[in-house]
């Protein structure tokens, strides 16, 4: 059978990307920010994923304001990276996995969740950044992908809580599939930012590290946390955080953090990544 061996959560800062493509990666401003995951890089040769679940969200790159499916499921046996105005990121294109995509959709979706099924779609920063903070710059990436795309973009965003239920939803799909897989869950976005307005640049670090400390042995507790004190304590573009639950569901109730990281700033941002790995 499949199995969910861990999680991973990691903002997915498109400068973060830029850094990356463009060579600055040991330049004095990056340098502790690529320091962080060198933890997840180690470790993920030792985890092999067969399959990464990646939760993300499209920043009007496969949607626009004409359609926003609230969850989308990524069911195509390719994804090529989105051209966000300066041409595609130099990245191989994500391969994904359509039979257990299939399999998840109808798990899911019979479960009530009312996924929007995606058969062809582009993938911008949201998703291919976290992958080469992993995976760093292969040719080709060692995994397969099924993207889970959120709407954080336009309001109403779900709830934490829907978020967190739907992740519990998907580890049921994902634990009745009859293959042997080796399957992780990924949970992008956040932590706190805000990009425009008069309250641009706000970051809340107490905010930020109290999420930190509670998601893995709290979890609940997090997903309360409504949509007004999301834009008040952790700005506008702070709700993308409710992503990072959809992993966490999708684990064990007991999850051990192999690591934690936390750095301000980055491109007007608070980057926050964690290394779950599930217990019993
Ligand atoms: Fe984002």
């Known amino acids: ?6 999680g991973i959560a990691t903002s997915h800062v498109p400068a973060i990307g830029a850094a990356l493509d463009n060579g600055k990666t040991q330049e004095p401003y990056w340098q502790p920010v690529f320091k962080g995951y060198e933890f997840a890089k180690e470790w993920i040769q030792q985890a092999k ?3 990464v679940i990646l939760v993300y969200n499209d920043h009007a790159s496969a949607f626009s304001l004409e359609l926003i499916p609230t969850f989308a499921l990524g069911c195509a046996a390719e994804f090529p990276p989105a051209d966000e ?3 595609p990121r130099p990245v191989p294109v994500v391969k994904g996995h359509p039979e257990l995509a299939a399999h998840i959709a109808q798990s899911v979706i019979l479960d009530e969740f009312d996924l929007t099924i995606v058969n062809k779609m582009a993938v911008d920063h949201g998703l291919t950044v976290p992958l080469s903070l992993v995976y760093g710059q292969p040719k080709e990436w060692p995994c ?15 709830t934490g809580n829907r978020c967190y239920n ?20 990924w949970g992008t976005g956040g932590m706190s930012h805000q990009l ?4 641009a640049g706000l970051i809340n670090q107490p905010f930020d590290n109290h999420f930190l400390d509670q998601i893995g042995p709290h979890p609940e507790k997090l997903t309360r946390i409504e949509h007004l004190e999301y834009l008040r304590e952790s700005g506008s573009e702070g709700i993308e955080m409710v992503m990072w639950l959809v992993m966490r569901g999708a684990l064990n109730e007991n999850v051990r953090v192999l690591h934690r990281f936390y750095h301000v700033p980055a491109s007007n941002t608070a980057v926050g990544h964690l290394v779950l790995e599930n217990v019993g």
Do not use: C, F
């Open 1 to 6: 059978m499949a199995k969910i061996i861990g």
């Open 166 to 185: 739907l992740g519990k939803a998907i580890r049921k799909a994902v634990e009745s599939y009859p293959e042997n897989l080796r399957v992780m869950v």
């Open 49 to 51: 994923p067969d399959v």
């Open 196 to 199: 425009q307005g008069p309250r």
């Open 144 to 158: 397969q992908v099924i993207p889970v795309a959120v709407n954080v973009v336009q309001y109403p965003a779900p």
């Open 85 to 87: 105005g300066w041409g």
